[in-house]
């Protein structure tokens, strides 16, 4: 028996009808327990009044380092645009600390994540985005990274 790629296995485990998952209240609710975040860069924000684009604003300052929650796009190549650009601004000091909830599959944010030495915090289960119903066809993971 032959084994090679199944379309199928790779359309249902990858698809969603939208490439934007809004945070499950419950996991934003812990994480800004622990963390105290003050800023979201993401469209539309959990935190502040953000309305710009945050792959291109300034995320803080060096002087008031914001701590940053992200829940970005989930299309291939665009998260991981989110990942570097987070691992950007901690570099320039405008942030403190960024989390991030991310999808977890083997690409270039996974990869870029774990070559950075942010800690990786796995969800014990599928997570149910927005109002959507059912949960998710992928696995989740929260990116802390830190100067």
Do not use: Q
């Not at 975040?37 to 002087?63: C, E, I, Y």
């Amino acid at each position: 028996m032959t084994i090679g790629p199944n379309k199928n296995f790779n359309r249902v485990h990858f698809s969603s009808k939208s490439v934007k998952h809004n945070t499950p209240d419950k996991i934003i609710k812990e994480l800004d327990d622990e963390f105290h975040f003050n800023f979201d860069p993401a469209v539309p924000p959990r935190f502040g009044n953000f309305s710009g684009n945050g792959l291109l604003a300034h995320w803080g300052t060096p002087k008031s380092p914001s701590i940053v929650f992200v829940n970005p796009p989930y299309e291939r190549g665009i998260t991981e645009r989110w990942t570097l650009k987070a691992w950007r601004e901690i570099s320039l000091g405008n942030c403190a600390v960024v989390v991030m909830l991310l999808p977890m599959r083997n690409s270039g944010s996974m990869r870029w994540i774990r070559h950075v030495g942010a800690e990786i915090r796995l969800c014990n289960k599928r997570l149910k985005f927005g109002d959507a119903d059912e949960v998710a066809p992928f696995d989740s993971m929260i990116a802390i990274l830190k100067k």
